[in-house]
């Protein structure tokens, strides 16, 4: 496998991933990082760099290079969240998405609100190491993509700005539009619209509108339960994968509407998943929607 | 004590502070008023009195639309609502299921402001949600039982199951 830089600079490319320390950490540590409302703690978009080496804070960090992703020089992660996973001891920062940027590696100083987390996690001896979901074959066909035209048989394309377009006038559209159960929305059609002509880079525009803070509850809610019963087999493992990130969103609204679209999807691969989170869910009432959800799925496993 | 039920709502459209954090405590959101639309100013809900289970009367609504859904429903405080002033006016219902339709009332709310005042009553009463695929089953099973007159099932919703 081998990666060249080109003059002009290429689009990011998003590839799931989730970073994950190990060792070092405590529970009195944790949950003054965390602070006491909530065992996650939404961390505004900012962006991060990883190493095997442990974290101080203010020292750039490079993100490793090796294993899969030895020839990519340059990685940036939007960080979403952090959670303390007290049963496996892990301290998990959640990557919804991992950009890769086609540019020559250099020392990436920390964003202020980022840095704002590690100043605070500067008694955590944390180290991490960095798990791509796609392997590095997927990934250099990603990144070799500049093509805004995607396939809906390609289910490793990624979202092209028209395509983030098309998908935000749909949302755009759908905040004039009421939700009702068991109504088919005029936006979910939408939606389904565009996964069966653009396939999983549907999905992950979708991914991109969902995840800030600033989207319409109603309409991300609309949107994550439309995720769940989407009739695309292609895309279904994209669409769970995203639904079981949202568990974690720093949105009570968004994790409940994502705990419905995996129930819609009625796939047990995602039990694990819902029952971390129904562990980590600070508020009684999701718990108990979460707990249905669990249930569901044990029935079928 | 005499309570109201009110099916088809989305619970989410009812989380409070702590749930939403930007909430003040005892405000509800203004989606919540979603789950509310009148209809000549009235309010569709069902007496609620234990006599027939609340999955039954959200069931039955739930027959009425025209896919599988997860449905939620809210049971809130009878006298809370008349000391609002709304009258409640009994009205028989249109669903599938015979005996529930027993038990539906209008709520004659008049005003946005009581429309209002009502929600914040609503907001003190307890949530819960049926999960798509139960709603499947129990519609199923409605039908095998004879509890959901078929005919008045959605035809669509029919066809999916």
């Known amino acids: ?301 | 004590m005499s309570q109201f039920l009110r099916a088809g709502i989305r619970p989410d459209r009812w989380f409070a502070y702590p749930e939403i954090e930007w909430l003040d405590p005892g405000e509800i959101q203004a989606d919540a008023l979603i789950d509310l639309r009148t209809q000549g100013n009235t309010l569709s809900v069902f007496e609620f009195d234990g006599t027939v289970n609340a999955e039954r009367i959200s069931i039955a609504v739930a027959a009425g639309k025209q896919k599988p859904d997860d449905t939620g429903y809210a049971i809130f405080n009878r006298a809370a609502v008349e000391a609002l002033g709304i009258e409640v006016k009994k009205d028989p219902g249109a669903t599938a299921d015979a005996t529930v339709n027993g038990l539906h009332c209008n709520l004659n709310v008049k005003t946005a402001t009581r429309l209002v005042a009502l929600a914040q009553v609503v907001a003190q009463g307890t949530t819960a949600l049926i999960l798509r695929k139960r709603v499947e089953e129990l519609v199923r099973t409605g039908i095998e039982s004879g509890q959901l007159e078929s005919s008045k099932v959605n035809r669509d919703l029919r066809k999916e199951l």
């Not at chain 1, 190493?51 to 804070?57: C, G, M, Q, R």
């Not at chain 1, 009421?178 to 653009?198: I, N, P, R």
Request: hydrophobic share 40%; proline share 7%.
């Open chain 1, 1 to 301: 496998m081998s990666f060249s830089a080109s003059t002009a600079p290429p689009e990011p490319v998003r590839v799931v991933s989730e970073l994950i320390g190990f060792g070092g950490t405590d529970r009195a540590t944790i949950d003054a990082l965390l602070g006491p409302r909530q065992r996650t703690a939404p961390i505004s978009s900012g962006t991060t760099q990883m190493s095997f080496a442990t974290l101080h804070p203010g020292t750039p960090l490079d993100f490793p290079t090796e294993g899969a992703l030895e020839n990519f020089p340059s990685l940036e992660a939007d960080v979403g969240a952090l959670h303390w996973d007290e049963p496996r001891g892990l301290l998990t920062l959640d990557s919804p998405t991992l950009i890769l940027t086609a540019v020559a590696p250099r020392p990436m100083p920390l964003l202020h609100s980022t840095q704002h987390f590690f100043d605070r996690a500067l008694s955590l001896p944390v180290r991490w190491s960095l798990t791509p979901v796609l392997d590095a074959t997927t990934a250099e066909q990603r990144i070799q993509d500049s093509s805004d035209v995607f396939s809906s048989t390609d289910p490793l394309s990624r979202p092209s700005n028209f395509l983030v377009r098309e998908v935000s006038v749909a949302f755009t559209a759908a905040a004039g539009e009421v939700f009702e159960e068991g109504v088919e929305s005029q936006f979910s059609q939408a939606l389904e619209s565009l996964l069966k002509t653009h396939g999983t880079a549907a999905v992950a525009a979708l991914e991109a509108l969902v995840f800030p803070s600033t989207a319409n509850p109603e309409v991300a809610v609309e949107s994550l339960k439309w995720l769940g019963t989407a009739d695309h087999g292609d895309s279904r493992q994209h669409r769970r994968r995203l639904l079981e990130r949202l568990l974690y969103s720093a949105n009570a609204r968004i994790r409940y509407a994502a705990v419905l679209g995996i129930a819609a999807m009625d796939d047990a691969t995602s039990l694990p998943a819902v029952r971390s989170a129904l562990k980590r869910e600070p508020h009684r009432r999701l718990r108990q929607y979460f707990q249905l959800v669990v249930d569901q799925l044990e029935a079928v496993q």
